[in-house]
């Protein structure tokens, strides 16, 4: 059974940090690129960081260019994102995504994690 299971996130300052977490399991890991994608109220989900399979490539969208990171650990199946200096702006349920282009696209969902920036 395929699972991505986020945590890490909850309520910060802004200007603060927060590192999420995302586990996987039931699926090899390390062949799949994984993502970050955000979703506020009213608004779309969009791609926040994606990280290649091997961890070599990255890509971020430019709202947060220099202030997160996205990593991996394959050999924990776990992707993280370090958020930095954070806005009320990146408020969002934040979920998981890993994907895979292997004859047909394998694709799955983390069940997603509340970040709230407020003072």
């Known amino acids: 059974q395929v699972q991505l299971v986020e945590s890490g996130g909850g309520l910060v300052q802004p ?22 994608y955000r979703q506020a109220p009213g608004k779309e ?6 990280i290649s399979s091997a961890g070599g490539s990255t890509n971020y ?7 997160f990171t996205i990593s991996r650990d394959n050999a924990k199946s776990t992707v993280y994102l370090q958020m930095n ?4 702006e990146d408020t969002a349920v934040y979920y998981c995504n890993a994907e895979l282009l292997w004859g047909r696209k394998y694709n799955y969902w983390g069940q997603g994690t509340q970040v709230t920036v407020s003072s």
């Open 85 to 88: 200096s954070l806005n009320p």
């Open 15 to 36: 200007g603060g940090s927060l590192r999420l977490s995302c586990a996987g399991s039931g699926f090899s890991f390390s062949n799949y690129a994984m993502s970050w």
């Open 45 to 50: 989900r969009e791609l926040v960081a994606a």
């Open 61 to 67: 969208a430019d709202s947060v260019k220099g202030r």
